[in-house]
Each structure stands twice: as structure tokens, then as C-alpha cells.
């Protein structure tokens, strides 16, 4: 889905239909942003840590994408996609690590897309953004051919909603984190 399906949507309010939406590489000056949207979109056990998003936005900030709106004059960041790069084929413990000074969980070698957040603001969500997002990040990520895929684990209830951007779910993901059972989805590029 683009930005024109996005406004023609029927899930759209009037109001939202009229606000300009784009997707821009983020920065480090977007932490605070995507700090407060984790929080929001996250229970606590789920959350990435703010000096994992502070690592990320500092080593690949490409891999890093938000959409935005203009509310006052300022932007406003309504969902975002944080990722590192993985020599593996799939979402690992280690390629989610916390950064240390010994160990850099982004290998900018890997064939392979860690994904590790993808969250839309609670007020904003079900409108779309988050397939505007996702469709646009793969779309982005597929150019260049330095990419052969993109891996996550998400909870089960999820699983339907990424298979409809070409997604397979290669069952329960041997990733312990926040309690509960993940599953291990990867779209080929
Ligand atoms: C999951 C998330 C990113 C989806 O973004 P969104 O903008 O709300 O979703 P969309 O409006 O694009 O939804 C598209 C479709 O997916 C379905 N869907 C969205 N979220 C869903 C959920 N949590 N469970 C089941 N289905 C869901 C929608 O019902 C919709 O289906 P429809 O076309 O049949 O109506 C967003 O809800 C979110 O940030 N959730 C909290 C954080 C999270 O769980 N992130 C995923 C981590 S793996």
C-alpha cells in the first residue's frame, strides 16, 4: 500500500486524510521520539532499551526508517522500523544484544535484516501506517541488492499480518526475551 492508498483508505479519519504522512531515514536526534514510542507501543518486558535505539541510531541509521506528520510546525513521529544487519538468516539473541564495548551486535556484512522493532503510536494504529511503513521499508530495502532478506520474531497474532507483506513463519524462534513463545518470520528478497 503507498501514501495514495493510504489517504484513499476508509480506515482513515478526515482529519488524518489531510495531514501530509512521509517516511525518512531517522537520526539520532529522533531518540527521545522513538524512546517515548517504544513506551508507548511496548509493555516494559518487550521494550528495546534507550542505549540499544541510542547503538543503533549511531551505526546504521539507514536500516532505521519513521513516519512522520507535521503537527505545529514539528514533525511527529507516529511509527517506526529500528533494525541492524545480522550474519545470520534469522533473528538471534546475539544479533539483539545490548552494545558493549566488546561486542557490536550490527555486522554491516550481513546478508541479513534484523528487524527489531516495528510500533505505531496506540492512537494512531489500525489506520495503515504500519503497512504504509513496512510496505515502504521493504520496498527501500530491496534496492541495491546488498540485502538478501529481512527476519523478525513476533508474537503468534501477528503472524497474518506479516505473511501479508511475503513473510514465513518458520515456526517458534528459539529467542528467549520478555517471556512467551516467538515466532521466526523471514521475507526473501
Ligand atoms: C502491529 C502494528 C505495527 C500494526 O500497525 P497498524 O498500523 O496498527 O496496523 P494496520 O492498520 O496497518 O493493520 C493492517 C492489518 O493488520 C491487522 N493487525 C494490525 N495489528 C494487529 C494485531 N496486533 N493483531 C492482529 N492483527 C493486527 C489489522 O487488523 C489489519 O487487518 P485488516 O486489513 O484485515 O483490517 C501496530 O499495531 C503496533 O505498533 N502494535 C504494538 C507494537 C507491536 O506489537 N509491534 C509489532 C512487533 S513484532
Not at 488524518?16 to 516494559?44: H, N, P, W
Not at 494504529?125 to 527501500?140: H, N, W
Not at 523478525?152 to 524462534?173: K, M, P, Q, T, W
Request: charged content about 20%; aromatic content about 8%.
Amino acid at each position: 500500500m503507498g501514501f495514495s492508498d493510504l489517504r484513499r483508505t476508509r480506515s482513515a479519519t478526515n482529519k488524518f486524510t489531510k495531514e501530509r504522512i512521509y517516511v525518512r531515514t531517522l537520526m539520532l536526534s529522533d531518540l527521545e521520539a522513538c524512546v517515548a514510542l517504544e513506551e508507548a507501543a511496548f509493555i516494559s518486558s518487550e521494550r528495546c532499551p534507550r542505549e540499544t535505539f541510542s547503538y543503533r541510531l549511531k551505526v546504521c541509521p539507514e536500516l532505521c526508517f519513521g513516519i512522520f506528520t507535521i503537527r505545529r510546525s514539528k514533525e511527529y513521529l507516529l511509527g517506526h522500523v529500528i533494525a541492524t544487519k545480522t550474519l545470520s538468516s534469522s533473528v538471534t539473541e546475539s544479533s539483539m544484544a545490548v552494545a558493549t564495548s566488546r561486542n557490536s551486535p550490527h555486522n554491516p556484512a550481513g546478508p541479513t535484516i534484523a528487524l527489531h522493532s516495528l510500533a505505531i503510536q496506540p492512537a494512531h494504529q489500525g489506520r495503515y501506517l504500519g503497512s504504509t511503513l513496512l510496505q515502504e521499508y521493504i520496498q527501500r530495502m530491496s534496492v541495491g541488492g546488498c540485502v538478501q532478506r529481512i527476519a523478525l520474531i513476533a508474537r503468534d497474532r501477528l503472524v497474518g499480518f506479516y505473511e501479508r507483506f511475503g513473510f514465513r513463519c518458520n515456526g517458534v524462534s528459539p529467542v528467549k526475551f520478555g517471556g512467551g513463545e516467538w515466532m521466526d518470520l523471514v521475507r526473501e528478497i
